[in-house]
């Protein structure tokens, strides 16, 4: 089994809707949790980072921590055809990062 | 400023050939991470330098790669005896290395390996 399980998608959805995802994690030591935005041919870029159970917003996106569950979402409002692309979770502790397999979004004009 | 440099961005090698890959951080910062990405894969850790502190290996699969980090700025990853099952997308980043701000990592663009 692995640590960190993502769905692969594709979810696709049409623009304007909200996009959901969400990854599941087994192992507790995991203390940070994060959000990566990858787009076709370019390296990862840091979405949302959140240490605590909760949720954190920034713009149109809310990064959702439960602990007691081991599971995080990130959901991405008002969604744009600029947002297609693959969204991979990570989490860690003491800086090494496990990846899920990354959910890949297609947002439909 | 510039963020993490990676070269080649591709690369098309024959099985059995060597191949060597360049990572160029950010400047000042201490930690460097390889990972190797493959086709609806998610990223597979490979090794991790911090400063002057011996590397961490852990993520290597097998003793046909080995990196290096010369100076404490730029890395190079090396495959030996290349093996088609080694094609992927090799990625690198850097972060800050203290613990507030070590899982804070900044991504090149990767190298996209082809073997033959």
């Known amino acids: 089994q692995k640590e960190v399980e993502q769905d692969p998608g594709p979810l696709s959805v049409p623009e304007g809707a909200i996009v959901s995802l969400n990854c599941t994690y087994s192992?507790?030591?995991?203390?940070?949790f994060m959000w990566y935005r990858q787009y076709s041919r370019k390296g990862p870029e840091l979405l949302m980072y959140?240490?605590?159970?909760g949720n954190k917003e920034d713009g149109r996106f809310t990064a959702q921590v439960d602990k007691s569950s081991k599971y995080i979402s990130l959901f991405i409002r008002d969604s744009q055809p600029s947002d297609s692309a693959t969204y991979l979770c990570?989490?860690?502790?003491?800086?090494?990062?496990?990846f899920g397999a990354g959910t890949q979004v297609v947002v439909t004009p | 400023g510039a963020g993490v440099s990676q070269s080649p961005s591709n690369k098309v090698t024959e099985k059995g050939k060597d191949v060597e890959l360049r990572c160029d951080p950010i400047?000042?910062?201490?930690?460097l991470y390889w990972y190797r990405q493959s086709l609806g894969q998610g990223l597979e850790f490979l090794i991790y330098?911090?400063?002057?502190?011996?590397?961490?290996k852990s993520g290597l699969p097998s003793d046909r790669f080995s990196a290096e980090r010369t100076g404490g700025s730029v890395s190079t990853l090396t495959i030996q005896r290349t093996q088609q099952e080694d094609s992927a997308v090799y990625l690198c980043?850097?972060?800050?290395?203290?613990?507030?701000?070590?899982?804070?990592?900044?991504f090149g663009p990767g190298t996209r390996l082809l073997v033959l």
């Open positions: 330098f911090q400063g002057n502190s011996a590397p961490d």
């Open positions: 959140t240490y605590s159970s």
């Open positions: 400047s000042g910062h201490t930690a």
């Open positions: 990570a989490m860690s502790s003491w800086g090494k990062l496990q």
């Open positions: 980043a850097s972060s800050w290395g203290d613990l507030l701000n070590r899982e804070t990592q900044y």
């Open positions: 192992n507790s030591a995991f203390q940070y």
